[in-house]
């Protein structure tokens, strides 16, 4: 059983369309959550740490937020250079290892 | 830039042969992994590793072993290539074993098993 999963899958904006992605978990403990960023052909790119449930942290055009039960990464005003699939981990208990979700692949349209 | 450089970055090889993938940084972080990316699955380790001669497994490391001889260095063996290990493969980093332990991927390695 999945302990961390994203929602949608998918999702397709149009530019300016501002949404949110949904990383939900059901670990104890949490010790982080980590937001990355994908792009087709390349490696995961570190995006945000979150520590506790109501920390918020801002990167140009994303916020990401925590509760006790999930995270969401707010697109504001996205543009088409913000298509890219998003990751979500989850750090908890004794381990120091993230378990990642399956990811929301976003494309902006222009 | 994470410092962190994987070769082969694509390779095809044949069933039943041994594959070498390597990983080298140059950050000094103490920890090192291998993840396997597959369509449905997402991100799964294979096998990680503490320090030097240190090495464990994760959720997939079945037909895979590791060895780090040196800090910079984390080689990845498939043993006996199938088919079924055809993915592209990540080499991670992190400096610290504790809360907020943030992974830093390589760029992958495409491996094709015919």
């Known amino acids: 059983e999945d302990q961390v999963t994203q929602s949608p899958e998918a999702l397709r904006l149009q530019e300016g369309e501002s949404s949110s992605l949904n990383c939900s978990y059901t670990v104890s403990g949490l010790r982080g959550l980590f937001w990355y960023r994908q792009d087709p052909g390349k490696g995961p790119e570190f995006l945000f740490t979150l520590y506790s449930a109501g920390e918020e942290k801002e990167k140009e055009r994303l916020k990401a937020t925590l509760t006790k039960k999930e995270s969401f990464l707010h697109i504001t005003a996205p543009k088409p250079e913000d298509s890219a699939t998003y990751l979500c981990?989850?750090?908890?208990?004794?381990?120091?290892?993230?378990?990642f979700g399956r990811g929301t692949s976003l494309i902006v349209h222009p | 830039d994470a410092g962190i450089t994987q070769s082969p970055r694509h390779k095809v090889t044949e069933t039943g042969t041994p594959v070498t993938l390597r990983c080298h940084q140059t950050?000094?972080?103490?920890?090192m992994y291998w993840y396997r990316q597959d369509p449905g699955h997402g991100l799964r380790l294979i096998h990680y590793?503490?320090?030097?001669?240190?090495?464990d497994k994760g959720e997939v490391s079945d037909g895979y072993s590791v060895s780090r001889s040196k800090t910079e260095d984390f080689l990845l063996t498939l043993e006996s290539a199938t088919s079924s290990q055809t993915s592209v493969y990540f080499c991670?980093?992190?400096?610290?074993?504790?809360?907020?332990?943030?992974?830093?991927f390589g760029e992958g390695s495409w491996l094709t098993v015919v």
């Open positions: 590793s503490y320090g030097v001669k240190d090495t």
């Open positions: 950050e000094n972080h103490r920890y």
């Open positions: 991670a980093i992190s400096e610290s074993g504790s809360s907020g332990n943030t992974i830093y």
């Open positions: 981990a989850v750090q908890a208990g004794g381990s120091y290892i993230p378990t």
